[in-house]
């Protein structure tokens, strides 16, 4: 086989909590994960030089060397010297459903499945627990976003711990999209502001991980319980993300009135996702949106919780 296509899935975060401050220089984190059925189209295709091309038909994504997907192929390179002269080079191909710079892990996904990828086109044999180590060194989201579906991420995000599913509960995900949000950008702005109640000690880590995981939103997601897990939603960045971006502060508390399970803002922002129980109830919120922010910048996408990060697809 010669060529690849895959699946990688958008993650929005149910639960974000920043705990402190880690000899790194990252921040200490407890999150809830959960993969959504927005997704990229990741294509890895075999060339006949020792050459890796990324193609990309985002104006806002680079077709060069500081694109995630090719620092993902460029470590395989590095880790397999030799691999590209025995079983050719590799264009890699990003088709983007997923808006850029929203929290929503769009290039770590897109990292994620070229190396699913180029395990298979290059014979690498890679465990699942070996390529997420390998995307550990590209981006802390990057292990999540190959075994996906709903997890506690914990550490700098790295650290996984599956969670048993919750139901395939739908989300309305809105995002402006001329508004973008650094990631360090968000971290640093948190850090100048709170960083003086972080936790330096990797024994109280210890302590919120436990209290987290017998906490609320563990248990509604066990629970199955869809209006436990809104009630429970939480992001610690909502607190410098949204009074820098007035119109996203704006954009939740529409949402939040629309009625929903629960409204919050994923990752770093700035996309804000309602969650519901049924593609109905879904669509309406959609179109009660539009309807209340009639404007062309404005995105609006329905997507349902899936088990999966990245699908390999015929
Ligand atoms: O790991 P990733 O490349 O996604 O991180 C992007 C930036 O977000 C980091 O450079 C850092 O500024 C911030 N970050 C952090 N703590 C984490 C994850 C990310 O401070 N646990």
Request: proline share 5%; glycine share 10%; charged share 20%.
């Amino acid at each position: 086989m010669r060529l690849y296509s895959l699946l990688a899935a958008a993650k929005i975060n149910l639960y974000l909590e920043i705990v402190g401050s880690r000899p790194d220089g990252f921040h200490e984190l407890i999150m809830v994960m959960q993969s959504v059925s927005l997704a990229d189209r990741v294509t890895v295709r075999s060339i006949g030089v020792d050459q890796i091309r990324v193609q990309c038909d985002h104006p806002l994504v680079p077709a060069d060397p500081s694109n995630l997907a090719y620092r993902a192929a460029a470590l395989l390179v590095e880790k397999f010297p030799g691999v590209m002269a025995k079983l050719g080079g590799v264009e890699i191909t990003l088709e983007k459903q997923i808006p850029v710079g929203a929290g929503l892990a769009g290039g770590s996904g897109n990292a994620a499945a070229v190396l699913v990828g180029l395990d298979l086109l290059w014979q690498l044999g890679l465990t699942q627990r070996e390529l997420q180590e390998l995307g550990a060194e590209l981006g802390s989201d990057v292990p999540f976003c190959i075994s996906g579906g709903t997890a506690i991420a914990t550490g700098r995000g790295e650290q996984l711990d599956p969670l048993q599913g919750s139901d395939a509960l739908y989300v309305v995900l809105a995002k402006y999209e001329s508004e973008l949000v650094s990631t360090p950008w968000a971290y640093q702005t948190y850090r100048a502001e709170f960083g003086a109640t972080y936790r330096a000690d990797v024994r109280e880590f210890e302590v919120r991980r436990s209290q987290v995981r017998a906490g609320a939103m563990v248990s509604a997601l066990a629970h199955h319980n869809s209006a436990a897990i809104g009630q429970h939603l939480a992001n610690d960045l909502e607190k410098v993300v949204l009074p820098a971006h007035p119109k996203t502060a704006e954009l939740k508390a529409v949402m939040t009135n629309l009625g929903g399970l629960g409204t919050l803002m994923s990752g770093s922002g700035p996309t804000v996702f309602t969650l519901v129980d049924t593609a109905a109830e879904a669509e309406a919120i959609a179109q009660q949106l539009k309807a209340k922010i009639p404007d062309p910048d404005l995105g609006v996408w329905i997507a349902q919780f899936v088990p999966t990060g990245v699908q390999l697809t015929p």
